[in-house]
């Protein structure tokens, strides 16, 4: 089955591919390899999880904001490629959460982009990945994902 239509199985519409909003480019490509700039908790042109996750938003929400933010990094990644057929792997994932004080949740909250990205590509999907609290992200997200996909040639 075609990523494509393994998108339009599970429901996604992937949206245009943000713009950057500051002196950066939404992806680069070194060789086989694509890196995305972050992406955040943005859909339909609105940030749609804002706060901490541990205080203002619980970990389930976390969970979502980064499924989005994966969903608008699968976008990046259509626009540097074509289609995301060319994807051999998602090689590598950061994920970013707004935490509050003492919240050490970051892994189950990074599980929404990580499962997304294994729903997607299946065995492709999986990936080495790191879950890092900060204790502030751009525009209040709750989330901030970042990804290495491989192409296939």
């Known amino acids: 089955m075609s990523v494509e239509a393994r998108l339009q199985e599970l429901g ?9 909003v500051a002196a950066y480019v939404p992806f680069v ?6 890196f995305t700039s972050g992406q955040i908790a943005v859909e339909a042109g609105q940030l749609k999880y804002k706060g901490k ?7 389930e929400e976390g969970y979502q ?13 259509k626009s540097a490629v074509g289609s995301l057929d060319r994807i051999a792997q998602i090689v590598k994932v950061v994920v970013f959460v707004n935490s509050a004080e003492g919240f050490t ?11 997304l990205y294994q729903e997607v590509f ?10 890092v609290g900060a204790s ?4 209040g997200t709750a989330a901030e994902v ?8």
């Not at 996604?12 to 950057?20: G, S, V, Y």
């Not at 490509?29 to 694509?34: C, E, H, T």
């Not at 949740?105 to 499962?115: K, M």
């Not at 970042?146 to 040639?153: G, H, P, S, T, W």
């Open 12 to 20: 996604i519409t992937l949206p245009e591919a943000p713009k950057p």
């Open 29 to 34: 490509r070194s060789g086989d390899l694509i």
């Open 53 to 59: 996750v541990g205080k203002d938003l619980t970990p």
């Open 65 to 77: 904001a980064a499924r989005l933010c994966a969903i608008n990094t699968l976008a990046v990644l």
């Open 105 to 115: 949740g970051q892994p189950a909250v990074a599980n929404g982009a990580s499962e």
């Open 122 to 131: 299946g065995d492709a999907g999986l990936h080495a990945r790191s879950a």
């Open 136 to 139: 502030e992200l751009p525009l």
């Open 146 to 153: 970042e990804v290495i996909a491989r192409i296939a040639e």
